[in-house]
């Protein structure tokens, strides 16, 4: 989902930081479904705005390294990638890192 396609779902323009959050639990947190979750995150920032969002950031991340480890290539990733005071840009290079790696 693009930035502008999100702002188009909720009505408004998004920070750019806030964007990457939201597109990394797209991506990531498990409830958020396959069919239906664009629309899902939009509902989710229009009711509640990013504090929901860092509440699912754990859950999201814990669901990533689920992935990889399944997948079984976390092995090739160093050890201080995972940092858990990420900036947004960070977040959203890993997020892009991750999908590329897992070929999504």
Known sequence: MTK????KKVGYEVTPEAYNLVEYIYAWYPGISARGGKQEVAYLY?????PIF???KPRAEENM??????????ASFPSD??????TSESLAEQN????DYLGR
Do not use: C
């Open 65 to 74: 390294w689920a992935v990889l480890e399944e997948s079984k290539h976390k």
């Open 46 to 50: 229009k009711a509640f705005g990013t």
């Open 96 to 99: 892009a890192e991750m999908q």
């Open 81 to 86: 990638w995972k940092d858990e005071n990420m």
């Open 4 to 7: 502008q396609e999100f702002e």
């Open 54 to 56: 860092f509440d699912m």
